[in-house]
């Protein structure tokens, strides 16, 4: 089946710091990949639509500009998020649509900023 | 916007016992429905979908049935063995602009021998 993977799986990272993470689609190529946000004990929260070659399509309420995104290639999107804060410690997880429509998840990314 | 309601866990049962997690939606229009799982240390994976009214979704043995009427998403199986220990989660997609999933909170299922 198709396999996303998401680098690093966990990054412990200073506060005023940038964190980038990985979201690769290993054996299909996706137009369109998807971050998503959650938080313990709650459900996954759509944080931006990441389309190859354009700009990504943000959620109402997630700030564009702490949120990098960057969708280089089929088979590539990367999420940075600028000047980390503790409030920005999270697991984030990243999807890539495949041609048809289903959405195959990363296993995660898992930000502690201290 | 689209919202998604499932039972919280954790729900515990024993092997072999009958298994169902409730699902409900609110959506606009007519959304695709789905149901994930994710196992320990692992993404999320489909466990099983269907994309239009009466559509039965099936899969591992898992069974869920897209119901209008009472805008829900049932998921059931018959028999659950200790391998299906895992967090469901139910989604729907509307489609538009945005196009990503909604979920539900998830639901923590622990299978006991």
């Known amino acids: 089946g198709a396999v996303v993977s998401q680098h690093p799986s966990w990054v412990i990272c200073k506060s005023g710091t940038s964190v980038k993470i990985e979201c690769r689609s290993l054996d299909f190529q996706a137009t369109t990949m998807f971050w998503y946000r959650q938080f313990p004990k709650q459900s996954l929260m759509l944080m931006a639509t990441s389309n190859e070659g354009s700009k990504a399509t943000y959620e109402q309420g997630v700030e564009k500009d702490k949120f990098l995104i960057n969708h280089a290639s089929l088979t590539l999107s990367t999420l940075t998020v600028t000047s980390a804060h503790p409030e920005d410690s999270s697991f984030y997880i990243c999807?890539?649509?495949?041609?048809?429509?289903?959405?195959?998840f990363g296993p995660g990314t898992r930000l502690l900023v201290l | 916007g689209d919202s998604v309601t499932q039972m919280e866990g954790p729900v515990t049962l024993s092997e072999e016992a009958f298994l169902t997690i409730n699902c409900t939606y609110t959506?606009?229009?007519?959304?695709?429905l789905f149901w994930y799982v994710q196992y320990p240390g692992e993404g999320l994976q489909l466990l099983l979908k269907?994309?239009?009214?009466?559509d039965k979704g099936s899969n591992k043995g898992f069974e869920a049935t897209y119901r209008k009427e009472t805008t829900s998403f049932h998921l059931e199986k018959g028999s659950v063995q200790v391998s299906d220990s895992a967090v469901y989660f139910c989604?729907?997609?509307?489609?538009?602009?945005?196009?990503?999933?909604?979920f539900g909170k998830g639901t923590h299922l622990i299978i006991q021998p």
């Open positions: 999807s890539a649509r495949s041609l048809t429509e289903t959405q195959y």
């Open positions: 269907a994309t239009k009214a009466d």
């Open positions: 959506a606009t229009g007519y959304p695709s």
């Open positions: 989604a729907c997609h509307s489609g538009g602009g945005a196009d990503g999933l909604t």
